[in-house]
């Protein structure tokens, strides 16, 4: 009877934890350098975020119709599809997605096409930590 009950306990306390992860802001974070995307992260999770990843643009494409995020921070320069046609494609699939492209410097014509396309931000890298919070802010209201 004890037992059930801790196990009781553990349940609730998880299912408490999935349902305060479910209300946050969720951010879809692409790039092909794992510490970008690691960084990235990180602030973003301290900041009272949740994130999902994606490390070209075909899988932010695929990630942004599997976890519907509210904001996504999108590289340029990727294998397989790049930010650019990820872009698109997203904006084409809702257009109302909220994309901020992290960018290159010298990407200065990409990211003319970029806010063509849709790109509500963009920030270039190597990023400050609070550049970054500020334009994510500026998107997605953290809670
Ligand atoms: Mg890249």
Known sequence: MREAKAKYDVFGVFAGHLERVRDLPKVLVVDD?????TKASRLLTEEGYSVVEGSNGAEAVERYKSE?????????TMPVQDGIEALKEIKAYDSDAKVIMVTALGQRS???????????????KPFQPDKLME????????P
């Open 135 to 142: 334009a994510v802010k500026k998107q997605c209201p953290s």
């Open 110 to 124: 990409m990211v003319l096409e970029a806010i063509r396309a849709g790109a509500r931000d963009f920030v270039v």
């Open 33 to 37: 350098a794992m510490f970008m995307r």
């Open 68 to 76: 519907k995020p509210d904001l996504v921070l999108m590289d340029i």
